[in-house]
């Protein structure tokens, strides 16, 4: 039997996990949810009815996208998606971090915006798009910095899964965001990322939402 990952077409969190399934020769069943319709069966495997969501043969779960890599990468450590140095490990995590953040951001403004106009919060919004801005600024300072194609190494790491599966969204979610003639570095590590064969079969696309969220 196969595993199967809840996914859903736009999401940044599940490009992640399908890269580092499709990296680790790892073959599973693709089932694309929209996690906001009442029909998604995500709330049965995770109680914080998140996808993308990762079910075992048993039937058991493995959620939130930044631990089931870290649960691949310890069940099935070839080819590795972490460097063996623990200060690049760790850095690889750090930017994991700060890219996650900055969907979580871009979620929380997305939502803020589907509310009526009189119900939206400026402040609320504008806090929110300050830590895409300061993401985006700190990822190009790491990636001018850098040695070779990839982020970290001379290998591919989750640091470059998080930066490639942010970037992807983020360029189709906000299109008109200048940010690849701001920081023309940055565009051009993520374009070589997208050229690789897993980031080609998993690229993202809008989802319809059919039941109301907030
Ligand atoms: N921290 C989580 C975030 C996952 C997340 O927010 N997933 C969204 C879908 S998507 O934004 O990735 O497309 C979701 O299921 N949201 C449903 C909910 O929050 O109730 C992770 O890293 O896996």
Redesign the pocket.
């Known amino acids: 039997m196969v595993w199967t990952l809840i996914s859903?077409s736009?999401?940044?969190?599940?490009r992640?996990v399908r890269i580092a399934l499709a990296e680790k020769g790892i073959p599973f069943e693709l089932q694309t949810e929209v996690?906001?319709d009442q029909t998604?069966v995500?709330p049965q495997y995770?109680p914080?009815?998140?996808?993308?969501v990762l079910i075992l043969d048993d039937q058991t779960a493995v959620?939130?996208?930044?631990?089931?890599l870290e649960w691949l990468e310890a069940k099935h450590p070839e080819p590795a998606l972490l460097p063996s140095d623990i200060d690049d490990r760790l850095f690889a995590k750090k930017v994991e971090v700060v890219c996650?953040g900055m969907?979580?951001a871009m979620?929380i403004a997305f939502f803020e915006r589907l509310r009526e106009p009189e119900k939206q919060s400026e402040p609320w919004k504008a806090r929110q798009m300050r830590k895409v801005e300061g993401g985006l600024r700190q990822l190009n300072t790491w990636v001018e910095a850098r040695q070779g194609q990839y982020l970290v190494g001379d290998r591919l790491t989750i640091a470059d899964l998080a930066i490639a599966a942010f970037l992807g969204w983020f360029a189709i979610r906000w299109s008109e965001h200048p940010w690849q003639s701001t920081y023309p570095s940055l565009r051009q590590y993520w374009e070589g990322l997208e050229e690789l064969e897993h980031f080609k079969t998993t690229r993202p696309s809008p989802?319809t939402m059919k039941d109301q969220v907030v």
């Open positions: 859903a736009p999401s940044p969190y599940a992640k996690p906001w998604t995500t995770n914080l009815e998140k996808l993308p959620y939130e996208s930044h631990y089931i996650d969907c979580d979620v989802q």
